[in-house]
């Protein structure tokens, strides 16, 4: 069962977290948007912690969505996939999730 996660640190660009220079409520927004587009249920929503589950058949994808400052969220993923034989394939569905949401909010840089 692989799992695929994003972090700031992570070697393999496509799952390095994105910052963007949007407010909680815009980067939540994006991400249903998009998610729904790919297909997603949300099953569960906790702004409290920015946390969101979604479904899809034989995968789940949980979104951290962290809000430092009012302009500075970073979007991070989950993703859980039940088939063994997956050959990476997820990690471009999540860099075309991340590829999405940069054309619906401003990607902070990093110098």
Do not use: H
Request: with cysteine.
């Amino acid at each position: 069962m692989p799992i695929y996660r994003t972090t700031d640190s992570n070697k393999d660009p496509r799952l390095q977290t994105r910052w963007y220079q949007n407010d909680y409520k815009e980067c939540q927004q994006a991400v249903l948007s998009v998610l729904k587009a790919f297909g997603y249920q949300l099953k569960y929503q906790d702004d409290t912690y920015g946390e969101l589950i979604f479904n899809r058949k034989n995968e789940t994808l949980d979104v951290k969505i962290v809000s430092l400052q009012r302009k500075q969220t970073a979007i991070d993923f989950v993703l859980n996939v039940e088939n063994i034989f997956d050959f990476g394939r997820r990690k471009a569905v999540i860099a075309e999730i991340y590829a999405r949401l940069q054309k619906m909010l401003n990607e902070k840089k990093f110098s």
